[in-house]
């Protein structure tokens, strides 16, 4: 396995706050055997389904933000060698006709489109989103779209994918931003080929966009060997808001993600929801994980403190009163400081004394 390439496939699109692929690999390896089924109810880019696949374990996940299903999606992505060819043959068209495509097209629209993106950006990006249409199949139109995404916030106004602030950005040129898109494109085929040269396995993945309150509505009970997941950390992101221009670029329902995120800061900064709704919105997902668990299955939880008015939310704390309701037993645990693991995060995120757990949890018998 040629992990180098594995942590470039799995960094391919902006995520914050995720988990290295060695971590997955590590657990996955650890707690379940050959054909075991894995499953990650905040499923984000789609890291722990990545390491299934290439293991060739079945895997399920569930999340609620559209590109994290994207990305996820893309991570299972198999191509023939027709499908490549022309990926490479869209690409130079697009390259060798950019004007007569600008020409031919009517520019994408939003609300505020116009504060957060300059009229170079946004001529560029709706020739790309034309271009797509006349691609021949969904996993071409998957491929593109997985590029298109990852450069959206990068050409926008939007300050960084940690900050959701609107500056001006220089040299936005047309021929700048094109080139950013080229350049990306041609990067991830050229490694997506070496992928998926080295990932011959069966897919035995799924993905739903759905909540993972409902999880135990689509996958079966006492089937899963292994949930390895990372929950939000509370009060620290709105992972919604910061996708939101590729979701809307992507003509996606910005507003389901936004209602069915938890843990976010909307809801604990702007809205004030007591640290309480975020313990109950976990406890009813993982009990509904916990019907698909068999027993004696393990559950790995990847989580960092949070802060909520004030006051540090020590996660370590509250996953163990949660699991104990589920009658998990606590059997391994780690930690590092989160000032040292978030360092793509505004200063006020970095608290002094937060920190990150792993806490491996193993169900109980039912009686």
């Known amino acids: 396995m040629d992990i180098q ?18 971590l997955a690999l590590n657990y996955i390896s650890k707690y379940t055997g050959e054909n075991g089924v894995v499953f990650d109810p905040f499923l984000g880019s789609g890291t722990t389904l990545l390491a299934a696949r290439l293991l060739n374990r079945i895997g399920y996940g ?6 994290a299903i994207l990305i996820s999606s893309f991570k299972q992505l198999k191509l023939s060698q027709e499908d490549i060819s022309e990926l490479q043959t869209f690409i130079t068209h697009f390259e060798n006709n950019l004007y007569n495509i600008i020409q031919s097209v009517e520019t994408f629209s939003y609300p505020s489109i116009e ?36 450069i959206i916030n990068t050409v926008s106004n939007q300050e960084s994918d940690t900050r959701y602030a609107a500056i001006n950005k220089s040299n936005m040129t047309i021929e700048h931003i094109t080139d950013v898109f080229i350049k990306k ?3 991830i085929l050229e490694m997506f080929v070496a992928f998926n040269n080295i990932c011959t396995s069966n897919n035995r993945v799924q993905i739903y966009l759905k909540d993972a309150k409902q ?9 899963v060997d292994l949930i390895l997941t990372s929950p939000p950390y509370l009060n620290t ?12 670029w992507l003509e996606y329902d910005v507003k389901f993600s936004m209602e069915k995120e938890i843990g976010s800061r909307r809801e604990f900064s702007s809205l004030k929801k007591p640290q309480d709704k975020f313990d109950d919105d976990v406890h009813e997902i993982f009990s509904a994980c916990n019907k698909t ?11 960092g403190d949070g802060k909520i008015q004030g006051e540090i939310y020590e996660a370590k704390s509250h996953m163990e009163k949660i699991g104990e309701k589920l009658n998990w037993q606590l059997i391994d ?3 590092s400081s989160l000032d040292e693991t978030s360092k793509s995060f505004q200063q006020s995120y970095r608290t002094k004394g937060k920190k990150e757990h792993i806490l491996t949890f193993k169900k109980g018998v039912c009686q």
């Open 5 to 22: 390439l594995i942590r470039k496939i799995d960094r391919v699109h902006p995520y914050p706050a995720k988990f290295p692929i060695d």
């Open 62 to 67: 569930t999340d609620i933000n559209h590109i």
């Open 115 to 150: 504060h957060w993106f300059c009229k170079n950006a946004i001529t560029v990006l709706s020739s790309i989103k034309y271009e797509v249409q006349n691609l021949r199949n969904d996993e071409q139109k998957l491929f593109v779209n997985l590029v298109f995404s990852s």
């Open 215 to 223: 999880c135990d509505q689509i996958i079966p009970t006492n089937s």
């Open 293 to 303: 668990l068999k027993d004696n299955g393990h559950i790995v939880i990847v989580i």
């Open 185 to 187: 494109f041609n990067v």
């Open 333 to 335: 645990y780690s930690y």
């Open 237 to 248: 992101y709105d992972y919604y808001l910061y996708h939101k221009h590729r979701m809307n």
